[in-house]
């Protein structure tokens, strides 16, 4: 469904039986916590069987529950505040140990993310970069984190690398105002997707300039922009995003275009190392 699911629950909710109201008000009112429940959980927080749950979402032109209930998370993630996130994934791990609820919630995101990734879409993205002539990387709030580890490597191998800083709209565009045909501008982002990122692909967009955004899904407001889409599996942990499969992801990616430009990433290292063991960068074992 391509229309606002809340909004449609809503709409539909005079036609529904007494049964399916109970579910559609649940949802309704506690959209942030009914995403995560399991047909099962959220038949019995509103006293109904968990087949009613299905027919609900069969109701809703869904081919059963599972489908219901990854185009709610879809259609939410982007509207929960910091508070509905602790909330939310308080409720996911309950009695179980923290530790290892938030490292198994990881371990789920890294292996659903390898089962979506485009093979093609992904080498298209390592001709893109080894092709740029300039590179432009830019990512907003958490995302800062992963332009700036992917800036840090690209930079070792390419000459014309530039991590756009996460700032307002003119400073932004004063970073990029060279940004021109033959240029690349990786974008990331992911829910609560960051204005300044969508701004960049916008302009970067206009101005003639390749996109590759590494994003969470195709209903991500950076596809509209971009020439190559990657998406990686994000979700919440506390207030916290987790960023560990699109950290992967991008790993992926650094791996294969250094593998492309060895013979320049090894005579950097070798600089490098000289400089560091010169200028005690590390420390030396005892």
């Known amino acids: 469904m391509n229309e606002d699911l809340l909004k449609a629950i809503e709409e539909k909710l005079p036609q529904f039986s007494k049964r399916q109201k109970l579910i559609a008000n649940f949802i309704l009112e506690h959209y942030e916590k009914a995403a995560y429940m399991t047909a099962l959980k959220l038949g019995n927080a509103v006293s109904v069987s968990e087949s009613t749950v299905v027919r609900f979402a069969i109701e809703m032109g869904y081919e059963g529950y599972p489908q219901f209930q990854r185009s709610l998370q879809s259609h939410?993630?982007?509207?929960?505040?910091?508070?509905?996130?602790?909330?939310?994934?308080?409720?996911?791990?309950?009695?179980e140990n923290p530790v290892a609820g938030v490292l198994n919630q990881d371990i789920d995101k890294i292996r659903r993310t390898l089962e979506i990734v485009d093979k093609e879409k992904f080498e298209d993205a390592v001709s893109t970069i080894l092709a740029a002539k300039r590179i432009y990387i830019q990512g907003a709030m958490s995302s800062s984190l992963?332009?700036?580890f992917m800036h840090y490597y690209l930079r070792m191998i390419f000459d014309k690398t530039?991590?756009?800083?996460?700032?307002?709209?003119?400073?932004?565009?004063?970073?990029?105002?060279?940004?021109?045909e033959g240029d690349l501008l990786i974008a990331m982002s992911f829910p609560r997707y960051a204005s300044s990122t969508i701004n960049?692909?916008?302009?970067?967009?206009?101005?003639?300039?390749?996109?590759?955004a590494i994003t969470d899904s195709e209903s991500s407001p950076l596809t509209q922009f971009a020439h190559t889409s990657l998406y990686a599996y994000s979700d919440m942990v506390s207030f916290v995003d987790s960023l560990v499969a699109p950290m992967s992801l991008i790993n992926a990616l650094i791996a294969m275009v250094s593998a492309a430009n060895r013979c320049r990433v090894e005579q950097t290292f070798s600089k490098l190392e000289q400089l560091w063991d010169s200028n005690e960068v590390y420390k030396k074992d005892v």
């Not at 939410?76 to 009695?95: A, F, H, P």
């Not at 700032?167 to 940004?179: A, F, R, W």
């Open 146 to 148: 992963l332009a700036s």
């Open 200 to 212: 960049a692909c916008r302009f970067a967009h206009e101005s003639g300039a390749h996109i590759i």
């Open 162 to 180: 530039t991590l756009v800083g996460a700032v307002g709209t003119s400073e932004l565009y004063q970073q990029m105002i060279h940004i021109g």
């Open 76 to 95: 939410i993630k982007n509207r929960l505040t910091s508070i509905q996130r602790m909330d939310v994934t308080r409720s996911r791990i309950g009695d």
